[in-house]
T-cell receptor, first 115, second 107 residues
Framework: SAVISQKPSRDICQRGTSLTIQCQVDSQVTMMFWYRQQPGQSLTLIATANQGSEATYESGFVIDKFPISRPNLTFSTLTVSNMSPEDSSIYLC????????????FGPGTRLTVL | RKEVEQDPGPFNVPEGATVAFNCTYSNSASQSFFWYRQDCRKEPKLLMSVYSSGNEDGRFTAQLNRASQYISLLIRDSKLSDSATYLCGSQGGKLIFGQGTELSVKP
């Protein structure tokens, strides 16, 4: 199995600022995704991070608020822009294609608190 | 209607009990299904993948009923360490999760 890391693991930010979260995998993967898990809730897919092209966003999520980069097959970033307290959540990246199948594995998550 | 629905529980069971969770999905195009386990303040960990009628791994059995569009997870001889939230995922192009079912196994 691969090692998936995220940085930072947690952060406390001020309203109106932006935070960029990094996701690094130690092997090449086909697909990378970003999820949000709000307190007491399940996981909600934000977007699919496409290598070399713009991310594919789910309903309710837009590029201006959550810009995503994926410069290669092992790395992606998610930026939470112009944050408000409603953005307080855990943000998780996941990867697919490690074993040649469509199983997804999650990074450890980034716990974000916006004051 | 949510695309994937689960009974949120909590399910409180004694050690050694057998417990079953159900999960229904609405996307008939979904081909793959997954059960994840999530411990408090941790990321979800893949427990089982279900591609055909079912899958079994030790004390855990997952069954898929495509006609009725539901997936079940059966845990036999439950252990204290099985206490967690169990997430059902349905993949039809993208992986969509249910709200999770909380399990608490008591001594």
């Amino acid at each position: 199995s691969a090692v998936i890391s995220q940085k930072p693991s947690r952060d406390i930010c001020q309203r109106g600022t932006s935070l960029t979260i990094q996701c690094q995998v130690d092997s090449q993967v086909t697909m990378m995704f970003w999820y949000r898990q709000q307190p007491g809730q399940s996981l909600t897919l934000i977007a699919t991070a496409n290598q070399g092209s713009e991310a594919t966003y789910e309903s309710g999520f837009v590029i201006d608020k959550f810009p995503i980069s994926r410069p290669n097959l092992t790395f992606s970033t998610l930026t939470v822009s112009n944050m408000s307290p409603e953005d307080s959540s855990i943000y998780l990246c996941s990867v697919e294609g490690l074993g040649g199948n469509n199983e997804q594995f999650f990074g450890p998550g980034t716990r974000l608190t916006v004051l | 209607r949510k695309e994937v629905e689960q009974d949120p529980g909590p399910f409180n069971v004694p050690e050694g009990a057998t417990v079953a969770f159900n999960c229904t999905y609405s996307n008939s195009a979904s081909q793959s299904f997954f059960w994840y386990r999530q411990d408090c303040r941790k990321e979800p960990k893949l427990l089982m993948s279900v591609y055909s009628s079912g899958n079994e791994d030790g004390r855990f059995t997952a069954q898929l009923n495509r006609a009725s569009q539901y997936i079940s997870l059966l845990i036999r001889d439950s252990k204290l360490s099985d206490s967690a939230t169990y997430l059902c995922g349905s993949q039809g192009g993208k992986l969509i999760f249910g709200q999770g079912t909380e399990l608490s196994v008591k001594p």
